[in-house]
Nanobody, 118 residues
């Protein structure tokens, strides 16, 4: 199983980035996909997730600015980030999660750095 994030970079406040998560080795459509982030010295936090039925949820701080989406045919997930703020600076991770009864399948990518700075 492999998740590979891409699309991070250095941007100025107010600009946009689109992160991508490419998956292989899983039946992608069966998994809830989440984007998490971890800033230096802070705990990893969930930013957004999208369920298998395409329902979504977001952390309050990114509502209205970030949009999570998925393309099951391409085994891809995306995080469109608009109006970026310096406090969005972090390493962003893609997560694929599936629970089947007591069994949990949980996979992570290696992360992509997002830096928002003027």
């Amino acid at each position: 199983v492999q998740l590979v994030e891409s699309g991070g970079g250095l941007v100025q406040p107010g600009e946009s980035l689109r992160l991508s998560c490419a998956s292989s080795g899983v039946t992608f459509e069966d998994y809830q996909i989440g984007w998490f982030r971890q800033a230096p010295g802070k705990e990893r936090e969930k930013v957004a997730y999208i369920n298998t039925d395409y329902s979504t949820d977001y952390q309050d701080s990114v509502k209205g600015r970030f949009t999570i989406s998925r393309d099951n045919a391409k085994n891809m997930a995306y995080l469109q980030m608009n109006s970026l703020k310096p406090e969005d600076t972090a390493v962003y991770y893609c997560n694929a999660n599936l629970r089947v009864g007591p069994q949990e399948y949980d996979y992570w990518g290696q992360g992509t750095q997002v830096t928002v700075s003027s």
